[in-house]
């Protein structure tokens, strides 16, 4: 497989923006023949549904279930690549999977593969690619907003608004403080270097600690693997988590963990819900162990109209809508048609190689 | 004191202090060129050619606390006393670092009294020769009692204002005052990284739609909503000082695109953080507000930019603007600015000045869904004033006693 050795195999938006591809080596050795395991009437998928697409490349069929594929016509040209957007698709992609040998590569819209992690899925022989780096800046400027909505006391100036009451209060600097970022990946990287432009101290934390130099990356002044959660905590005055959801990330965020904090610390959640203990950030979000927390997401969402989150002041809330710009999945979606498939046909390597054994 | 003056002494100076330092070759270096040649060894700063000497604190880029390590390795250093009146309130607590008797002062500096008006300052105390007054904004009525002291002790040479406004001191008699020599300087630089801070919350503020975030949560409905990235916006700065170029700073680390109006615009033509730069005029302002997504007032108070951002600007203003005032209120046309929030001329506003403060509580902006209002606290951290006169106490004064070149220097015609 013939591919620039130079060129990181991840795609991030503002990097590969700014340095369009121009490596696509070599001729094209074979079709792409999709299916698409999604909503036919998500306007996102636009760009695949309507095309153009690609030279060598075609899409067969829109579906969301194995019936959806059951065409004597589909199953005679035998489709190689499945693009995945359904959020109901996990059981399914199996299903289509075993339905058809042929299929290679399986591309996931979405950054956050958990929607269809199974043992199956990482198991099986297809390669496996996602979104990453698509949604990491503006997740970035969240971050820093939640900071600062709690450093400013934003709370505080919408109540004595609604008062019409003046009165000032000191507000704290982001300057100084410190951000520690639970998932130092794509998503973690760019709010450090934000972070790093307010003159916060950054720490980070990673599941393989062993490729980080600390030379190559000027926005982490130091980094944890695993087993230093909780000293990351207890030095942290806000504390993002932006780990992928694994088995091994999922309740990371414990009641022990969320023990060390400083009582002054924010929590921000854009990873997923379930990597936090969701009770026990509640109960010391009520009893003032933490600060606050800005969540974009939740462990059922919709959150039901039942859980306390909805009531507590220190608590910012988002339905996981902090990267939903007009044109975000739509961006991802042409990442696939103009970066990936390309690649594909010509049997390069694929940009956001999924890694299966670890699940993200 | 010239400058030819100032290198023969500090030649004796820099050996006495060789001699102290020794082993500290790094600080001993960095003083003896100091001394050498003290206007030509400050920092210059890339996008500011014309500027032979830096003369400007940036409280996040400069050293700190040089002038004091000098004065205090090397007392014979000193060239003159500083003999201090403060024009403040007594019980301003954010003074402390100067009024505090357990205050250590520099050597060679000594505060003779505290007092808001004439009388409060004996007139035996003219026979001590007072030669610097410390300005405070908690001094009732200052810009009358400045040139009344300053008649009364006119051995005062140097003027410092605690804060980073000086409109508060404005009358016919400040620019007589500083035209017979004598030197002011402020806070300038103190403030500036909390205020951008600000900015970006603001701009964030609308473009994630908070307001809306706030009532889906009261009514505890789940309806996620496209939002707004700050990445590829423009952000014009009308007032392109200090508060300005920091606020610049981070809106080009979010990637938005930054265009400035200031009077001398040749000074930011190679600002890194500055996209495009245009001089002050109604055309130019109109300008950068039919350019701009966001809009961040950041200029002082003076005869020239009273009422300058008025409706005409407003007329010009980019659909879906945010316009954000934290320089001070009289500089916007605060019924053209509601006029045009209410039209839907602008999306919204985030304002810490007005111009009454605090602001009159039948006042419309207290109504409006799509106005942020903070009570000109947003750099108001729990140390800042303290830091303020920690500045002149531990950064100018022990530049005013060694004879150096003091930091911040304002002019008191052009008002900033």
Known sequence: MASNSNESIYWNREN????????????????????????????????????????????????????????????????????????????????????????????????????????????????????????????????????????????????????????????????????GIVGYGDIGRACAKLAKAYGMKVLGLKRDISSFRKEDDPHCDAMYGMDGLHELMSLSDYILISTPLTNQTRGLISREAISKCKSSAVIINVGRGPIIDEDALIEALQKGVIHGAALDVMTVEPLPKDSLLWQLDNVLLSPHNMDMTLTFMKESTDFFIRENLPRFVRGNQLLNPVNKAAGY | ?????????????????????????????????????????????????????????????????????????????????????????????????????????????????????????????????????????????????????????????????????????????????????????NAKGQFSSSLAEYVMLACSYFAKNIPRLLQQKKAKVWNDFDIEELRGKTMGIVGYGDIGRATAKLASNYGMKVVALRRNPSKSELDPVCDEVFGTGKQNLQKLMSISDYVVCSAPSTVETRGMVNADAFKASKPNQVFINLGRGPVIDEDALVASLKSGALKGAALDVFATEPLPTDHELWDMDNVLISPHNMDKTATFMHEATEFFVNENLPRFILGDTLLNPVDATLGY
């Open chain 1, 16 to 179: 590969n923006s700014a340095h369009p591809s121009s490596s696509f080596n070599g001729p094209i050795i074979k079709e792409a023949r999709i299916i698409a395991l999604s909503d036919p009437n998500d306007s996102h998928n636009a760009p695949l549904y309507h095309g153009p697409l690609p030279e060598s490349a075609r899409l067969l069929k829109i579906g969301s279930h194995l019936d959806d594929f059951n065409e004597s016509s589909i199953i005679e040209q035998q489709p190689n690549v499945i693009f995945v957007s359904h959020p109901s698709a996990r059981d399914p992609l199996i299903q289509v999977l075993n339905k058809f040998p042929s299929v290679e590569w399986v591309h996931t819209r979405s950054a956050g593969v958990d929607f269809i992690a199974s043992d199956a899925i990482f198991a099986s022989h297809v390669q496996l690619t996602n979104a990453k780096g698509m949604f990491s800046s503006t997740l970035a400027e969240y971050c820093m907003m939640a900071c600062s909505y709690f450093a400013k006391d934003l709370p505080r100036l919408m109540r004595q608004k609604e008062a019409i009451h003046w009165e000032q209060y000191p507000v704290r600097e982001l300057r100084g403080s410190t951000l």
């Open chain 2, 1 to 185: 004191m010239t400058a030819t003056t100032a290198v023969a002494m500090s030649t004796s100076t820099a050996r006495a202090l060789q001699r102290l330092l020794g082993r500290d070759t790094s600080l001993q270096l960095s003083l003896t060129r100091r001394f050498y040649s003290p206007t030509s060894s400050l920092p210059k700063k890339a996008w500011d050619p014309h500027a032979s000497e830096y003369k400007y604190w940036n409280r996040e880029e400069s050293k700190h606390g040089e002038a004091s390590y000098v004065l205090a390795m090397s007392p014979e250093s000193v060239q003159k006393e500083a003999r201090i009146l403060c024009l403040a309130a007594e019980d301003d607590d954010a003074n402390s670092p100067l009024t505090n008797p357990s205050s250590k002062l520099p050597f060679g500096s000594r505060l003779l009294k505290i007092g808001t008006q004439p009388t409060d300052f004996p007139d035996s105390l003219a026979s001590e020769r007072p030669n610097v007054l410390f300005v405070s904004p908690s001094c009732p009525h200052a810009r009358l009692q400045l040139p009344l002291i300053m008649h009364k002790f006119p051995t005062i040479e140097w003027i410092h204002v605690r804060s980073a406004g000086i409109d508060f001191l404005e009358s016919d008699e400040l620019p007589k005052i500083t035209n017979k020599g004598i030197i002011m300087t």
